[in-house]
């Protein structure tokens, strides 16, 4: 059975400063893939990254960044110079298997940004 | 291009009724499911169609909910005898099956459902 874990139901930072949300995920496949989701207060999830679980490469967008590290099972989110639209509810996801669809979400983290 | 649209964007029902909820995917995307959001809870897996075929029905809570997708297009997910438990958001996603961006699912705006 796989699990995503973020440990972190809230967050609250002031405007301007980084910030990074956690993820740990547990899975037994070798093959999977990682998502990173934003639920703004409209409600719809939009899609940011996904990872395969063989590149462990990190990735910069923007002001985004994403830390990948199988040693750990972690996949953490870093916003640097958070800004007010970046208040949202963050998910991570796990999908597990190649032929697999089904997406295993986190709780997910609330994020404030205060300005 | 258009989005995931799914209709209605809320729906009020009573305890027992039957209710139906539409999802328009992404054109072009075979792929699309259906999933739950409890209140502060991330999204749990329903139901995946590939084509016009249910492939992993699996995350159905029982035999009072039902999905079709006759023509691999537009999707209802059917509740019978709805229950105050049934109340949730009801998200629909679609992605392609090939191509860089495989697998990776784009979500509707939801219905958000009230069993009173």
């Known amino acids: 059975a796989q699990k995503v874990t973020q440990a972190q139901t809230e967050i609250s930072v002031v405007e301007k400063e980084d910030v990074t949300l956690d993820c740990v995920y547990e899975?037994?496949?070798?093959?999977?893939?990682l998502f990173w989701y934003k639920q703004p207060p409209s409600g719809e999830l939009v899609f940011l990254i996904r990872?395969?679980?063989?590149?462990?490469q990190n990735e910069i967008s923007g002001r985004y960044s994403w830390n990948f590290q199988k040693s750990t099972s972690s996949f953490n989110f870093t916003i640097t110079a958070s800004q007010v639209v970046d208040s949202a509810v963050y998910f991570c996801?796990?999908?597990?298997?190649?032929?697999?669809?089904?997406?295993?979400f986190g709780k997910g983290t609330k994020l404030s940004v205060i300005p | 291009g258009a989005g995931v649209s799914q209709t209605p964007s809320n729906k009020v029902t009573e305890k027992g009724k039957y209710v139906e909820l539409r999802c328009d995917p992404i054109?072009?995307?075979?792929?699309l499911y259906w999933y739950r959001q409890s209140l502060g809870q991330g999204p749990e897996f329903l139901i995946y169609?590939?084509?016009?075929?249910?492939?992993?029905d699996s995350g159905l809570p029982n035999d009072r909910f039902f999905a079709v997708r006759p023509e691999g297009s537009v999707s209802t997910l059917k509740i019978q005898r709805t229950e105050r438990g049934d109340s949730a958001v009801y998200l629909c996603?679609?992605?392609?099956?090939?191509?860089?961006?495989?697998?990776?699912?784009?979500f509707g705006p939801g219905t958000r459902l009230t069993v009173l």
């Open positions: 996603a679609s992605s392609s099956t090939s191509g860089s961006s495989y697998n990776e699912q784009f």
């Open positions: 899975t037994r496949d070798t093959t999977y893939y």
């Open positions: 990872r395969n679980s063989f590149d462990e």
């Open positions: 996801a796990l999908l597990v298997g190649a032929g697999s669809y089904q997406l295993t």
């Open positions: 054109s072009g995307h075979t792929a």
């Open positions: 169609f590939q084509g016009t075929g249910a492939a992993d």
